[in-house]
């Protein structure tokens, strides 16, 4: 198993996916520095793993809060190598409800300012910090791994801002990994399909084994530490770029 020894930022790394990512990450070597808004997670994840871990509180949609994030994963004594996009929210709600009532456009914004700009906003921050490092095999310099979601492509009723974020996602892999071809970096994101976070935790056992029994195989929910492997699959892969992975078990969401 190879040693990462570089430094990377998680987004969303306090909880659920980003979680699982950051520990993979440091048990490989890396130096991780996570960003959230969930301060005492952070402090506590960071203090659990020791090292070189070290928690940001961070908003992702503002500039100052990440650009400051990203000068302290630079200034440790490894070079920005990794950057690994977990940090989204979610929404539930039709376009027009049953009562007539229209969509929230303040719900909708904001999902697609979390979910969308704020993977845009460390993903052009974190490869202008990579661009300035050395370049190692094949003149790479970085990786970046946003997270989309399956609903991209299969979005249920009452997803259409989340969908809508996520499907942004996918369609800027493609054009922000050509543009950063110049620099050395690649840029891969990840769709997921049901994975056992902390949202669907909240859910009754029955409703979950609902849920697993939908998918085709294997017939449980994803994990945290499934989106985990695959992350660092894709940093070690050097050949894997501009491309969207879905990671569903063959899950193809139906209407509702």
């Known amino acids: 198993?190879?040693?990462?020894?570089?430094?990377?930022?998680?987004?969303?790394?306090?909880?659920?996916?980003?979680?699982?990512?950051?520990?993979?990450?440091?048990?490989?070597?890396?130096?991780?520095?996570?960003?959230?808004?969930?301060?005492?997670?952070?402090?506590?994840?960071?203090?659990?793993?020791?090292?070189h871990t070290t928690f940001v509180?961070?908003?992702?949609?503002?500039?100052?809060?990440?650009?400051?994030?990203?000068?302290?994963?630079?200034?440790?004594?490894?070079?920005?190598?990794?950057?690994?996009?977990?940090?989204?929210?979610?929404?539930?709600?039709?376009?027009?409800?049953?009562?007539?009532?229209?969509?929230?456009?303040?719900?909708?914004?904001?999902?697609?300012?979390?979910?969308?700009?704020?993977?845009f906003n460390v993903l052009r921050l974190a490869a202008a910090a990579m661009a300035t490092t050395e370049a190692g095999e094949d003149g790479e310099r970085g990786v970046v791994v946003n997270t989309a979601s399956i609903a991209a492509y299969d979005g249920q009723i009452g997803q259409a801002a989340y969908a809508a974020s996520k499907g942004g996602i996918v369609g800027m892999t493609l054009p922000a990994a050509r543009d950063l071809s110049s620099v050395g970096v690649r840029v891969c994101t990840i769709a997921p399909g049901l994975v056992d976070t902390p949202l669907l935790g909240s859910l009754p056992e029955e409703a979950r084994q609902a849920l697993s029994a939908g998918i085709p195989?294997?017939?449980?929910?994803?994990?945290?530490?499934?989106?985990?492997?695959?992350a660092l699959g894709i940093v070690e892969h050097g050949y894997l770029n501009g491309e969207v992975i879905r990671m569903d078990g063959a899950l193809r969401m139906a209407p509702r």
Do not use: Y
Not at 89 to 114: C, K, S, Y
Not at 217 to 230: E, S, T, V, Y
């Open 217 to 230: 195989f294997p017939k449980r929910l994803g994990r945290p530490d499934d989106f985990a492997r695959l």
């Open 57 to 119: 509180r961070t908003d992702v949609t503002d500039e100052a809060s990440v650009q400051a994030a990203i000068a302290e994963a630079t200034a440790k004594d490894r070079p920005l190598r990794i950057a690994i996009n977990c940090a989204g929210i979610g929404w539930a709600q039709r376009t027009v409800g049953r009562n007539g009532e229209p969509h929230d456009l303040g719900a909708f914004t904001r999902t697609v300012m979390v979910n969308l700009v704020g993977t």
């Open 1 to 51: 198993m190879t040693s990462f020894d570089v430094a990377a930022v998680v987004t969303g790394g306090a909880s659920g996916l980003g979680e699982a990512t950051t520990r993979a990450l440091a048990a490989r070597g890396a130096a991780v520095t996570v960003l959230d808004l969930q301060e005492e997670r952070g402090q506590a994840l960071a203090a659990e793993l020791g090292g």
